[in-house]
T-cell receptor, first 118, second 116 residues
Framework: AQTVTQSQPEMSVQEAETVTLSCTYDTSESDYYLFWYKQPPSRQMILVIRQEAYKQQNATENRFSVNFQKAAKSFSLKISDSQLGDAAMYFCAYRSRNYGGSQGNLIFGKGTKLSVKP | EPEVTQTPSHQVTQMGQEVILRCVPISNHLYFYWYRQILGQKVEFLVSFYNNEISEKSEIFDDQFSVERPDGSNFTLKIRSTKLEDSAMYFC??????????????FGPGTRLTVT
């Protein structure tokens, strides 16, 4: 069974600074997807960024980028130029890539609570 | 922008009572999911639903749980006899389907269930 581990329960960053959130995962599959979801205090989860395991290039979405190390099974999220609105719970998630056509469920880590200091 | 909606936002019920949590997925989506998040814990998968039947379910999703798509828009989660440990935030999600593609799961705002 796949597992996702986020070892940092809480992180703090100064506004405009850069912060990196860690995520490791365990799987025997070679093809899968990885995601970072943001859950603000309003509690609706929003997709931040996604990475396909077969792609070597790290995904980037504006101020958000990932460092995907497939061999190490590591998938960290870097937030550049942190803003007050980035304060939220961040969840790392894994999903199998199922060629059979079914959509797999997401497997989440425990989350990292990010605080942004003005 | 289309979004997943859930009602009610907060439900308080007594132990042993039945509850139905409602979700309206995004209209052109074909896959539907329920997840739950016990306070302070990770988000856990409960069940996925496609083509009017359960596609996958976790070990959490026992005989006390059921899902239904009673009409073309609603997707419901029923808990037949609630227990204290069912207190959690329940999230509905939906996604488009395409074989092998990574379509995003869109989450609703959640229903906070409190069992007393």
């Amino acid at each position: 069974a796949q597992t996702v581990t986020q070892s940092q329960p809480e992180m703090s960053v100064q506004e405009a600074e850069t912060v990196t959130l860690s995520c490791t995962y365990d799987t025997s599959e070679s093809d899968y997807y990885l995601f970072w979801y943001k859950q603000p205090p309003s509690r609706q989860m929003i997709l931040v960024i996604r990475q396909e395991a077969y792609k070597q290039q790290n995904a980037t979405e504006n101020r958000f980028s990932v460092n995907f190390q497939k061999a190490a099974k590591s998938f960290s999220l870097k937030i550049s130029d942190s803003q007050l609105g980035d304060a939220a719970m961040y969840f790392c998630a894994y999903r199998s890539r199922n060629y059979g056509g079914s959509q797999g469920n997401l497997i989440f880590g425990k989350g990292t609570k990010l605080s942004v200091k003005p | 922008e289309p979004e997943v909606t859930q009602t009610p936002s907060h439900q308080v019920t007594q132990m042993g009572q039945e509850v139905i949590l409602r979700c309206v997925p995004i209209s052109n989506h074909l896959y539907f999911y329920w997840y739950r998040q016990i306070l302070g814990q990770k988000v856990e998968f409960l069940v996925s639903f496609y083509n009017n039947e359960i596609s996958e379910k976790s070990e959490i999703f026992d005989d006390q749980f059921s899902v239904e798509r009673p009409d073309g828009s609603n997707f419901t989660l029923k808990i037949r006899s609630t227990k204290l440990e069912d207190s959690a935030m329940y999230f509905c999600a939906s996604s488009e389907w395409a074989s092998g593609a990574s379509y995003e799961q869109y989450f609703g705002p959640g229903t906070r269930l409190t069992v007393t």
